[in-house]
Each structure stands twice: as structure tokens, then as C-alpha cells.
């Protein structure tokens, strides 16, 4: 199975910061890593979908880059409604697995 | 608007079986691959199981090979998780989650509520 880790694993930041978020697969996935957003007591929400294409309806401030072992999720200008928990997901092998999460908190 | 509404879940003892049932609206169920994540409780989301547009192609965790069956009846645009010879490790929260896509899978773009399912004697 491919192993994916997020770092960091939590992560303190204030409004306005730039934030970049790690994902790094244990063997090549090409562009095939989706992000996620949850927020407490709800479902994920699709962020970024093939590495770098940004779902429908999500701010542009959010971008994906990255392709084979390492990707990017990158939040320009962190907003309130931004303090989340966010998850990477790979979708180039079965099973299609999770990181473990990025918890970002305000500081 | 896009609907998926999980059902089914509640208290079971271990070794004990459930079935899951998510709902669909909203869309055209048929052409998508549907997928099942669980969170257990203060966890992060593990992946569970996918199905083909049409049910002939079935992939699960090795944590739940043998023990879950993923299932769906596209005339009642449905979506179904048979789980099995449960364990104290298989409580969580069920998510039904859709792909983004029709031809590969890209990512779940909409999900459901959840059922939770708790594993307890």
C-alpha cells in the first residue's frame, strides 16, 4: 500500500499567514492526490482534485502543486473560516489511501 | 442538489453484522464510482472500500477484506456496506462518499452525513 505523510501534523498560524502544507507518498502517485478540508462534526470537503485542479466553488486562495512523490497544499492568506483539519488523499493505487492530517489552529 | 444520506448503523456486539445503506440523489448515480471512508471517534479518515460505475469492480482496506462487502443497485440508486465479524476497531463514523469522476477516480466531491457504528458488548 502507498504511505502517505502530511507534515507538518499541526500546524499554529494567524489570519493573513501564508500556509504550506506537505504530502509526501512513499512511491510515485504521477497526479493522482486530492486535498480535503473537515472542520468538527463535519464531512470532508473536496479542496483540490488531480494535484492542482481546484474544485468548483472553492476559494481561489487555496492552490495544489506537486507531482510523483511530493505535493503542496498552499492557503495564500488564511482566513477564519480556514482553521480546519486538512487530509490528502491518493487515488493512483488501490487502496486509495489518507494522510494523516494536518491540524491547523489559530495562534 | 447533490444528496447522499447514509442509514444503518447502530450498537453491535462484536462479531455482529450491519448493512449500510446510502442513499443518492440528485445526480446520475450510474455513471459514478462510489466510495465508503470511516473516521473513528478523535481519528483521522481511513479509507474503506470502492465500487465501479456498475458493480463489477469491488477494491477494499486490508483491514476489512473478507469481513465487509461493498454493493450497489443502481435502479434504486443506492449504495450498500455489508460489515461483518465486527471488531472493537471498527467503530467509527461510515461516510458514503461520490467521485468526481467517470472514468478514474479523482477524489470524493460529495459525501454524506455518516452512520455511526459502535462496536461495543
Same mark, same amino acid.
Given at each position: 500500500d502507498i504511505q502517505l505523510t502530511q507534515s507538518p501534523s499541526f500546524l499554529s498560524a494567524s489570519v493573513g499567514d501564508r500556509v504550506t502544507i506537505t504530502c509526501r507518498a512513499s512511491q510515485g502517485i504521477s497526479s493522482y492526490l486530492a486535498w480535503y478540508q473537515q472542520k468538527p462534526g463535519k464531512a470532508p470537503k473536496l479542496l483540490i482534485y488531480a494535484a492542482s485542479t481546484l474544485q468548483s466553488g472553492v476559494p481561489s486562495r487555496f492552490s495544489g502543486s506537486g507531482s510523483g512523490t511530493e505535493f503542496t497544499l498552499t492557503i495564500s492568506s488564511l482566513q477564519p473560516e480556514d482553521f480546519a483539519t486538512y487530509y490528502c488523499q491518493q487515488l493512483n493505487s488501490y487502496p486509495p489511501t489518507f494522510g494523516q492530517g494536518t491540524k491547523v489552529e489559530i495562534k | 442538489e447533490v444528496q447522499l444520506v447514509e442509514s444503518g448503523g447502530g450498537v453491535v456486539q462484536p462479531g455482529g453484522s450491519l448493512r449500510l445503506s446510502c442513499a443518492a440523489s440528485g445526480f446520475?448515480? #450510474?455513471? $459514478?464510482?462510489?466510495?465508503? &471512508?470511516?473516521?473513528?471517534?478523535?481519528?483521522?479518515?481511513?479509507? &474503506?472500500?470502492?465500487?465501479?460505475? #456498475?458493480?463489477?469492480?469491488? $477494491? $477494499?482496506?486490508?483491514?476489512?477484506?473478507?469481513?465487509?462487502?461493498?454493493?450497489? #443497485?443502481?435502479?434504486?440508486?443506492?449504495? $450498500?456496506?455489508q460489515i461483518n465479524s465486527l471488531r472493537g476497531e471498527d467503530t467509527a463514523l461510515y461516510y458514503c462518499g461520490k467521485d468526481i469522476a467517470t472514468t478514474q477516480e479523482l477524489g470524493m466531491d460529495y459525501w454524506g452525513q455518516g452512520t455511526l457504528v459502535t462496536v461495543s458488548s
Amino acid at each position: 500500500d502507498i504511505q502517505l505523510t502530511q507534515s507538518p501534523s499541526f500546524l499554529s498560524a494567524s489570519v493573513g499567514d501564508r500556509v504550506t502544507i506537505t504530502c509526501r507518498a512513499s512511491q510515485g502517485i504521477s497526479s493522482y492526490l486530492a486535498w480535503y478540508q473537515q472542520k468538527p462534526g463535519k464531512a470532508p470537503k473536496l479542496l483540490i482534485y488531480a494535484a492542482s485542479t481546484l474544485q468548483s466553488g472553492v476559494p481561489s486562495r487555496f492552490s495544489g502543486s506537486g507531482s510523483g512523490t511530493e505535493f503542496t497544499l498552499t492557503i495564500s492568506s488564511l482566513q477564519p473560516e480556514d482553521f480546519a483539519t486538512y487530509y490528502c488523499q491518493q487515488l493512483n493505487s488501490y487502496p486509495p489511501t489518507f494522510g494523516q492530517g494536518t491540524k491547523v489552529e489559530i495562534k | 442538489e447533490v444528496q447522499l444520506v447514509e442509514s444503518g448503523g447502530g450498537v453491535v456486539q462484536p462479531g455482529g453484522s450491519l448493512r449500510l445503506s446510502c442513499a443518492a440523489s440528485g445526480f446520475t448515480f #450510474d455513471d $459514478y464510482a462510489m466510495h465508503w &471512508v470511516r473516521q473513528a471517534p478523535g481519528k483521522g479518515l481511513e479509507w &474503506v472500500s470502492l465500487i465501479n460505475w #456498475d458493480g463489477s469492480s469491488t $477494491y $477494499y482496506a486490508d483491514s476489512v477484506k473478507g469481513r465487509f462487502t461493498i454493493s450497489r #443497485d443502481n435502479s434504486k440508486n443506492s449504495l $450498500y456496506l455489508q460489515i461483518n465479524s465486527l471488531r472493537g476497531e471498527d467503530t467509527a463514523l461510515y461516510y458514503c462518499g461520490k467521485d468526481i469522476a467517470t472514468t478514474q477516480e479523482l477524489g470524493m466531491d460529495y459525501w454524506g452525513q455518516g452512520t455511526l457504528v459502535t462496536v461495543s458488548s
